[in-house]
């Protein structure tokens, strides 16, 4: 059973680019979150994915976030026009069922440096 | 006050001991609580959950929820060094659609 894969590990970009990460939940979990963190600061949800379907989105979600997860698989994040408080571990976790009843997974995160 | 409170540490113990984090709450309406364990650099790992007041044991360790305190610990016993982390405290939001984190403790098991 392999764990929640993401992709890339590492992203540095300049201020104002555009950059989208990859995640890949385990296989049958129908239920995919993405999360940010800071240093020294805990994971911060950003939104939330049943299947195919976004449902809930974070007021930290600004305008410049999109997520998508077509088909119910894998899931993007992308981040238009990157701004310097962009730089953060950008994390996705899978979980068989919603939080509330089933523990969810982490990926190993992508690291994001806006220069 | 913030949703999920944790005293930062760092928590200081040497190998062998017991290692007791602590986590309190807001919302009297959670149900499901987390403990991740976390190195530099890494991402957060899963250690236990508990959904039921009272004691849960997993190896050497236990996940303690009271609810009427809204306060869940983790024990660490026999300490080794390689526990030495940041633990994170987390919650479901009562919709089931997101974890609240806590800022996590520092634990350093010196040998």
């Known amino acids: 059973d392999t764990g929640v894969s993401q992709d890339p590990r590492h992203k540095i970009t300049k201020r104002g680019q555009n950059v989208t990460f990859r995640c890949d939940p385990i296989s049958e979990h129908n239920h995919l979150y993405w999360y940010r963190q800071t240093l020294g600061q805990g994971p911060e949800f950003l939104t939330y994915?049943?299947?195919?379907?976004?449902?809930?989105k974070s007021r930290l979600l600004s305008d410049r976030f999109s997520a998508e997860r077509p088909k119910g698989s894998f899931s993007t994040l992308e981040i238009q026009r990157t701004e310097q408080g962009d730089s953060a571990m950008y994390l996705c976790?899978?979980?068989?069922?919603?939080?509330?009843?089933?523990?969810?997974?982490f990926g190993d995160g992508t690291r994001l440096s806006i220069l | 006050q913030k949703e999920v409170e944790q005293n930062s540490g760092p928590l200081s113990v040497p190998e062998g001991a017991i290692a007791s984090l602590n986590c309190t709450y807001s919302d009297r309406g959670s149900q499901s609580f987390f403990w991740y364990r976390q190195y530099s650099g890494k991402s957060p790992e899963l250690i236990m959950f508990?959904?039921?007041?009272g004691d849960k044991e997993d190896g050497r360790f236990t996940a303690q929820l009271n609810k009427a305190s809204q306060y869940v610990s983790l024990l660490i016993r026999d300490s080794q060094p390689s526990d030495s982390a940041t633990y994170l405290c987390?919650?479901?939001?009562?919709?089931?659609?997101?974890?609240?984190f806590g800022k996590g403790t520092t634990l350093s098991v010196s040998s």
């Open positions: 508990i959904y039921s007041n």
């Open positions: 987390a919650l479901s939001n009562q919709a089931g659609t997101a974890l609240i």
């Open positions: 994915f049943q299947n195919e379907a976004q449902l809930e």
């Open positions: 976790a899978s979980s068989l069922g919603q939080a509330i009843n089933q523990p969810q997974h």
